[in-house]
């Protein structure tokens, strides 16, 4: 009985501990993959794309119809194209990190076999 304070302890410690690392390994590997990401995506979109000449055509037409001096409704048509990129960019990096952790879980899996139940738990409720 008078190890369970030190016990409880020790586990919240590594509780705090492991969410703490866990946010921080997300974080880091969110950005590395949005970089990643982005990269790959902006060699794709470029001035002697087809599909970007339109995309950026239209775009700066429907600026300029807003009233819109041309010149600055191109640069800012680049510019939403860049935040489309971006955003595009984000989201393939959550499917990846989702899929990473994913595959993390479904390695831990067999692990749960191992575990033996607790002492006097019968029935799944200690006392």
Do not use: C, W
């Amino acid at each position: 009985m008078e190890k369970i304070p030190n016990g409880t302890g020790m586990y919240n410690l590594l509780r705090q501990l492991g969410g703490s690392i866990g946010i921080a390994i997300t974080a880091t590997l969110l950005t590395r993959f949005q970089v990643a990401n982005h990269a790959a995506l902006a060699e794709h979109v470029t001035r002697f794309s087809d599909v970007t000449r339109e995309q950026l055509a239209a775009t700066t037409q429907a600026l300029i119809a807003r009233g819109v001096l041309p010149a600055v409704a191109t640069q800012r048509a680049i510019a939403m194209l860049d935040v489309e990129v971006s955003r595009q960019a984000m989201m393939m990096s959550f499917e990846r990190l989702f899929l990473l952790y994913g595959l993390a879980i479904m390695l831990a899996l067999p692990l749960l076999l191992l575990m033996k139940p607790a002492r006097g738990a019968r029935g799944g409720a200690a006392h």
